[in-house]
């Protein structure tokens, strides 16, 4: 069963095409954004496509030149605090592969597997 996940957007201005993901469970967002102390693994992805596009992991050198910082903990205050939230419903879960040293690595917001990449 996959689990429900929504996406924090941060779009460091209007006119640009990048933006920053953070993938979060909304319970534990609702949680965080309510004072509570939420600990748990995340990443920043990064695209230049959109939100919908495929996501990467920005350099610190974005980040840096982005946050004004390149630590993690930082750059993921940041996003949760300025961002917007939007559904994750397009993002696949639950699939790991048994090589994981076999594919291209990247997430697929558009739901449409990696075919063509």
């Known amino acids: 069963m996959a689990r429900e996940l929504t996406k ?8 640009a095409s990048e933006e920053y993901i953070v993938i979060v469970n909304p ?6 954004k309510d004072g ?3 600990v748990d693994s995340f990443q920043v992805f990064w695209s230049n496509q959109g939100a919908q596009g495929l996501l990467g992991r920005p ?3 974005q980040l840096e030149n ?8 930082d750059v993921v205050k940041q ?4 961002g917007k ?21 990247t997430i697929d ?9």
């Open 8 to 15: 924090i957007v941060y779009s460091p201005s209007v006119e």
């Open 66 to 73: 982005v946050f004004g910082s390149s630590k993690d903990v």
């Open 79 to 82: 996003i949760l605090e300025k």
């Open 109 to 117: 917001t558009k739901g449409k597997g990696l075919t063509g990449i």
């Open 36 to 38: 509570a102390e939420v």
């Open 59 to 61: 350099s610190n050198q």
């Open 85 to 105: 939230e939007e559904s994750g419903k397009s993002i696949r879960t639950g699939i790991v592969g048994k090589d994981m040293t076999k594919g291209s690595m």
């Open 27 to 32: 319970a534990e967002y609702k949680r965080w």
